[in-house]
T-cell receptor
């Protein structure tokens, strides 16, 4: 089954304790992206990757790191989490972001609910 | 300032009725506009994608329109069903920043029996 998976789905942690949220897709997609969703603010883009070893900042990258060493995986790293990073996180992928006249559908993962105390 | 504004913030409709959601954007230069449906606690699911050359696109009972001149889009839901209860999100991207997406805050739709 074609899908985007995220782990863990729920996480409660303490301030300053490094954590990684994994994201994996099995559709051979080039493009992957991380978003956070907060009440009243909607989804905001954290980082995205156009392909292996190519990453770029979204609108809210502060406090996050990413890497894209292989096509299927795009982990999100919080080196020193703070309470303002408490949020619902989504990973998404698409064949490409946009190329020529083709617009490619994004597939979202199930979400990771993170609480930082 | 958010470059994608949606209205209304929420609405309640009776099962079987139609409704229209609005999306205004200032993203420029415009590349494409997407509508997503998000059920509570789940990831968004794509409904439609439109480029500047398309002014209407349908997906079952969902019909999206786009006016690139006025920078407005609408999503029309026909003959609503209880399963249409969800948040509907408008997403716009610019042609000079591949890979970046600007999201509206969404319209929460509740369909009542």
């Amino acid at each position: 089954e074609a899908q985007v998976t995220q782990n863990p789905r729920y996480l409660i942690t303490v301030t300053g304790k490094k954590l990684t949220v994994t994201c994996s897709q099995n559709m051979n997609h080039e493009y992957m992206s991380w978003y956070r969703q907060d009440p009243g603010l909607g989804l905001r883009q954290i980082y995205y990757s156009m392909n292996v070893e190519v990453t770029d900042k979204g609108d809210v990258p502060e406090g996050y790191k990413v890497s894209r060493k292989e096509k299927r995986n795009f982990p999100l790293i919080l080196e020193s989490p703070s309470p303002n990073q408490t949020s619902l996180y989504f990973c998404a992928s698409s064949l490409r972001a946009f190329f020529g006249t083709g617009s490619y559908e994004q597939y979202f993962g199930p979400g990771t609910r993170l609480t930082v105390t | 300032k958010n470059q994608v504004e949606q209205s209304p913030q929420s609405l309640i409709i009776l099962e079987g009725k139609n409704c229209t959601l609005q999306c205004n954007y200032t993203v420029s230069p415009f590349s494409n506009l997407r509508w997503y449906k998000q059920d509570t606690g789940r990831g968004p699911v794509s409904l439609t994608i439109m480029t500047f050359s398309e002014n209407t696109k349908s997906n079952g009972r969902y019909t999206a329109t786009l006016d690139a001149d006025t920078k407005q889009s609408s999503l029309h839901i026909t003959a609503s069903q209880l399963s249409d209860s969800a948040s509907y999100i408008c997403v716009v991207s610019a042609s000079d920043s591949w890979g970046k997406f600007q999201f509206g805050a969404g319209t929460q739709v509740v369909v009542t029996p």
